[in-house]
């Protein structure tokens, strides 16, 4: 059985070589797992470097996410398909983790266990995801992984991503709660070391989660995805169910909701958009 690896890539020359040479060179892969690297609106060397590794490379003009995912979507095969982010280096194992599980009757999307490494972080990014990791609001939820895997059936249930930057919260809200698994497996990210590439960072991603719920709102009945109701519901889960369940929290927790409002008004200012570097 085959599997379709996709990973949109805009300017990632620093990076996807690394990426690439991590799941290619991993034992386990062949040709059953075939990699869609979807450079857009590359300026820089990201085509050369992942043609280099032997992987399908597929170019779009525009600098755009939703075209690239559209773009290699149509080219792909087999009965998984797995969106892979070009700054997420995950293993061949991992992979066939993921596509085993959505090969599995009544589940439809799989994700990894996340684990935040902020070792070389500054002191409030520390305090920040000492907060964020605790939140209820990435159980059992697709979004906020860098890597997802979707069934053949989930994958039916739409006939292409829409021109939002989130992605991952539209193929989250695909999928029903029931469907979703985590499957017993971490997958390490490193956190920002410093506060100000924090910001940014949780800006684009506020802006995006934004621009999926206007999405949402105004798309017809019938392509509406079936969106769990999780706006507005997170609001003060932070205070709710991180600090007063564990009162040493509350420092970070001056921390975290500085970040989240430092954040918010970044994302409110003039000029910004979900799109604001959304590749980096």
Same mark, same amino acid.
């Given at each position: 059985?085959?599997?379709?690896?996709?990973?949109?890539?805009?300017?990632?020359?620093?990076?996807?070589?690394?990426?690439? +040479?991590?799941?290619?060179?991993?034992?386990?892969?062949?040709?059953?797992?075939?990699?869609?690297?979807?450079?857009?609106?590359?300026? &820089?060397?990201?085509?050369?470097?992942?043609?280099?590794?032997?992987?399908?490379?597929?170019?779009?003009?525009?600098?755009?996410?939703?075209?690239?995912?559209?773009?290699?979507?149509?080219?792909?095969?087999?009965?998984?398909? #797995?969106?892979?982010?070009? &700054?997420?280096?995950?293993?061949?194992?991992?992979?066939?983790?993921?596509?085993? +599980?959505?090969?599995?009757?009544?589940?439809?999307?799989?994700?990894?266990?996340?684990?935040? &490494?902020?070792? +070389?972080?500054?002191?409030?990014?520390?305090?920040?995801?000492?907060?964020?990791?605790?939140?209820?609001?990435? &159980?059992?939820?697709?979004?906020?992984?860098?890597? #997802?895997?979707?069934?053949?059936?989930?994958?039916?249930?739409?006939?292409?991503?829409?021109? #939002?930057?989130?992605?991952?919260?539209?193929?989250?809200?695909?999928?029903?709660?029931?469907?979703?698994?985590? #499957?017993?497996?971490?997958?390490?990210?490193?956190?920002?070391?410093?506060?100000?590439?924090?910001?940014?960072?949780?800006?684009?991603?506020?802006?995006?989660?934004?621009?999926?719920?206007?999405?949402?709102?105004?798309?017809?009945?019938?392509?509406?995805?079936?969106?769990?109701?999780?706006?507005?519901?997170?609001?003060?889960?932070?205070?709710?169910?991180?600090?007063?369940?564990?009162?040493?929290?509350?420092?970070?927790?001056?921390?975290?909701?500085?970040?989240?409002?430092?954040?918010?008004?970044?994302?409110?200012?003039?000029?910004?958009?979900?799109?604001?570097?959304?590749?980096?």
């Amino acid at each position: 059985m085959t599997t379709s690896v996709i990973m949109p890539a805009f300017n990632e020359e620093a990076g996807i070589g690394d990426v690439l +040479a991590t799941l290619t060179r991993s034992p386990g892969f062949g040709p059953d797992l075939r990699v869609l690297v979807a450079a857009n609106g590359c300026t &820089d060397r990201t085509v050369e470097i992942a043609r280099s590794y032997g992987v399908r490379v597929v170019e779009v003009a525009a600098a755009s996410k939703p075209a690239a995912l559209n773009a290699a979507d149509r080219l792909a095969d087999g009965d998984v398909r #797995i969106y892979l982010d070009a &700054d997420m280096p995950v293993t061949a194992t991992l992979l066939r983790q993921l596509a085993e +599980a959505v090969r599995r009757p009544g589940v439809e999307g799989a994700v990894p266990r996340l684990a935040v &490494d902020a070792s +070389a972080s500054s002191w409030p990014v520390r305090a920040y995801y000492a907060v964020n990791a605790r939140l209820p609001v990435f &159980d059992r939820r697709l979004f906020g992984r860098g890597v #997802i895997a979707l069934s053949a059936e989930a994958r039916s249930r739409f006939d292409r991503f829409p021109e #939002i930057t989130a992605d991952d919260m539209f193929l989250d809200a695909v999928v029903a709660a029931g469907e979703k698994v985590e #499957i017993d497996a971490v997958l390490p990210v490193r956190a920002p070391r410093r506060t100000r590439e924090l910001v940014r960072r949780l800006a684009r991603a506020r802006a995006g989660n934004a621009e999926f719920w206007r999405y949402v709102r105004s798309a017809p009945p019938g392509h509406r995805p079936p969106a769990d109701p999780v706006e507005g519901s997170n609001t003060w889960s932070w205070l709710r169910d991180v600090v007063l369940r564990s009162p040493r929290l509350l420092p970070a927790a001056g921390c975290y909701l500085l970040v989240v409002l430092l954040a918010e008004g970044l994302r409110r200012s003039p000029g910004w958009t979900a799109r604001s570097g959304w590749g980096r």
